[in-house]
């Protein structure tokens, strides 16, 4: 086990820097055009720069801030209504054309507005990452409140169980459960409602900086600044991955 | 404590809109203290009736009395052990054996020792930390009885409780279940469609009918003693008489069943 694992971690060093090496070595042949595509070595050499200078921090940690906000907020009021909703079928019944309605507006076009009404700071890019949080968090709270096992409940309802402390024993760890299951891909949609609100208007955060690369075509910049956001997401997920095993260290 | 079907009858509606008489007229008595198994073919509502019993489902017509009152609601007389495991997946062994007492409002520190001593009646006290996902099948079945009778009710509602166990496994089950009930009063309702465990664990085996509108056929006394040694009894004459007597009423119920299915595929 600990040695297929160890492969594995090898061979993904191995395949990136494979990778790596091939974009270098295209570009020094004169295949590739450094101009579309940079160089690993150029980007590599830009990181270093911010890091160096100081740069970085600054809209690295907005960025982060604003997705955690986005995850936080988004998380509170999916979870909140997914659990009104699942326990008032008629509400939900009437509800569910206009939440599907909502879910259906590709987010992008919401940008300007929250830009409008929240302006370039961290808010109208928190507000962007609830409205795609939101919904992963209701679906996932409102399936796991009613796909609760029926004997779950009949046996904790006969055991003595209120019906408030059926919530607290049953309904509430049977969300959850799917809630976890769904953090990874909530912490991706937070991220990309925080990079994309920065890209359409702000004046710092990860999507600025690529913004404003973009702005001058330096492709270097643009490059840098995804592996930044790239790496930020990995090891983000990995400790999402590390929690969500300690939350669900009941199952197999 | 007494419980009595009186009348029992409930009406389903089927998926295609069609009604559907699960039960039709269920009359007999669970004495005080006395161990009665429901037996009957597949299909015949005994699950329905012990639903009934429990509360969990209101009888169409008719009452079900428990001691001197009418059943109205849950059956908070009773305990149910389910075919399926219904121990909580995100609570420990322990927590899910104290889970009625602390339902019930006492604070965790209070119910542990009453737990821990639970935990090693039915031999799983090394396990106590352990998720219910990581114990083999008898081993929740001993937790879920454990979480049953710590509660200490009057009745037990029993249903098809150690059907999904392997033979060896499930005899021991039965033996543990037996010792269990011998050294208390109460009442136990064992619903199962093997004939063999009814008689083996049971004062009396109710036979039901095929369904629809199942009605009870044959009521059946055991008069084998007790305490019952459970690895011999079965080949014992007296055990295997009552065995015949009551296939006999069985068999054609059973027949029955498997004729209305094959109707109902064909």
């Given at each position: 086990m600990a040695d297929r694992r160890a492969g594995v971690l090898a061979s993904q060093v191995a395949l990136g820097l494979a990778i790596v090496a091939i974009w270098q070595g295209l570009v020094a042949a004169g295949v590739l055009d450094p101009f579309f595509v940079s160089r690993p070595s150029a980007i590599a050499l830009r990181i270093a720069q911010w890091i160096s200078t100081g740069s970085l921090w600054g809209h690295l940690v907005t960025t982060v801030e604003e997705s955690l906000l986005g995850l936080l907020v988004g998380a509170i009021l999916g979870i909140a209504l997914g659990f009104a909703l699942a326990r008032a079928p008629f509400v939900a019944a009437v509800c569910d054309p206009y939440i599907k309605m909502l879910n259906a507006i590709p987010r992008v076009v919401l940008a300007p507005l929250f830009l409008l009404w929240l302006g370039l700071g961290i808010w109208s890019k928190v507000a962007l990452a609830v409205t795609l949080v939101f919904f992963v968090m209701f679906f996932n709270t409102y399936q796991g409140v009613r796909d609760a096992d029926r004997v779950l409940i009949d046996n904790v309802r006969m055991l003595g169980a209120s019906e408030r402390q059926l919530v607290r024993h049953v309904l509430v760890p049977s969300a959850l459960t799917w809630i976890f299951s769904s953090l990874q891909t909530s912490l991706g949609f937070a991220m990309v409602g925080a990079v994309v609100g920065e890209y359409l208007?702000?004046?710092?955060g990860l999507g600025y900086v690529i913004s404003q690369a973009e702005g001058t075509f330096d492709t270097t910049g643009v490059f840098a600044g995804m592996t930044v956001l790239a790496i930020v997401v990995v090891v983000a997920s990995a400790g999402v991955t590390r929690l969500e095993q300690w939350l669900l260290r009941w199952k197999v | 404590m007494r419980l009595e079907f009186d009348r029992v009858a409930r009406d389903y509606v089927t998926p295609d809109g069609q009604p559907y008489r699960a039960l039709d007229e269920i009359s007999f008595v669970v004495p005080a203290g006395a161990f009665v198994a429901i037996v009957g073919p597949s299909g015949c509502g005994k699950s329905t009736l012990l639903n009934v019993a429990a509360g969990l489902v209101p009888p169409t017509s008719g009452r079900v009395r428990i001691g001197d009152g009418d059943l109205a609601g849950l059956n908070r007389a009773a305990t149910y052990m389910f075919q399926q495991d219904a121990l909580l997946p995100w609570k420990t062994v322990r927590d899910n054996v104290g889970l009625g007492l602390i339902l019930a409002g006492r604070s965790r520190a209070d119910v542990t020792p009453h737990v821990d001593g639970w935990l090693a009646r039915v031999g799983l006290t090394a396990f106590?930390?352990?998720?219910?996902?990581?114990?083999s099948g008898g081993m929740r079945k001993r937790a879920a009885m454990a979480q049953n009778w710590i509660i200490d009710r009057g009745i037990v509602l029993m249903d098809e409780p150690f059907s999904a166990l392997d033979v060896h496994t499930r005899q021991r089950m039965e033996g543990e279940l037996l010792t269990l009930w011998e050294s208390s009063k109460k009442t136990v309702v064992f619903v199962t469609h093997d004939l063999e465990e009814a008689i083996a664990l049971a004062d009396q085996v109710v036979v039901l009918s095929a369904?629809?509108?199942?009605?009870?056929?044959a009521r059946h006394p055991v008069p084998l003693e007790r305490p019952r040694d459970l690895m011999e009894l079965r080949t014992m004459p007296a055990f295997v008489e009552i065995y015949r007597a009551i296939w006999a009423v069985l068999r054609d119920e059973v027949i029955r069943s498997h004729e209305t299915a094959e109707r109902r595929r064909g």
């Open positions: 208007g702000a004046t710092r | 106590a930390d352990h998720y219910p996902s990581q114990l369904g629809p509108a199942s009605r009870v056929i």
